[in-house]
């Protein structure tokens, strides 16, 4: 495993990202973990080591983040990007247009033909129990 100075990497790793907060866990000794966090310019003073094994979390001004990831034995940083969201995700939902049927009493979802309320058993078509709402 190669042994990197820890504020070389963080720096090599961050780039021209702008760092909101970091934080830093390592090993000192098999039974032993410290740890750092703050702003960048809190931290690096304090990663001036070399280590073998050291995990944490960057987060950035833009919302991504990075952090350790390990397998094997190797660790590496990786930056991460939150996905966007589905399209629509944040629209109102469409309030369904509920009448209630002439000829069996039931409220009745128009758009999907589903009895909104029968019993309270289960999901039922309402063209499946009524002869009205067989004819349309």
């Excluded at 940083?77 to 009448?99: D, F, N, S, Y």
Aim: charged share 25%.
């Amino acid at each position: 495993m190669k042994i990197m100075k820890a504020s070389d990497e963080l720096l090599k790793h961050i780039g021209e990202r702008t760092v909101k907060y970091v934080q830093i866990f390592y090993d000192i000794d098999w039974d032993h973990t410290e740890h750092i966090e703050g702003t960048l310019e809190q931290v690096l003073p304090q990663l001036n080591f070399y280590y073998q094994y050291i995990f944490g979390t960057i987060w950035y001004n833009d919302g991504s983040w990075s952090e350790r990831a390990e397998y094997d034995g190797s660790e590496w940083w990786v930056h991460r990007q939150c996905p966007p969201l589905p399209e629509g995700a944040l629209e109102k939902p469409k309030t369904p247009h509920i009448e209630k049927c002439e000829g069996c009493g039931n409220d009745v979802n128009v758009d999907s033909g589903l009895v909104v309320s029968q019993g309270g058993y289960g999901v039922t078509v309402h063209s499946s129990i009524c002869d009205y709402g067989r004819q349309g």
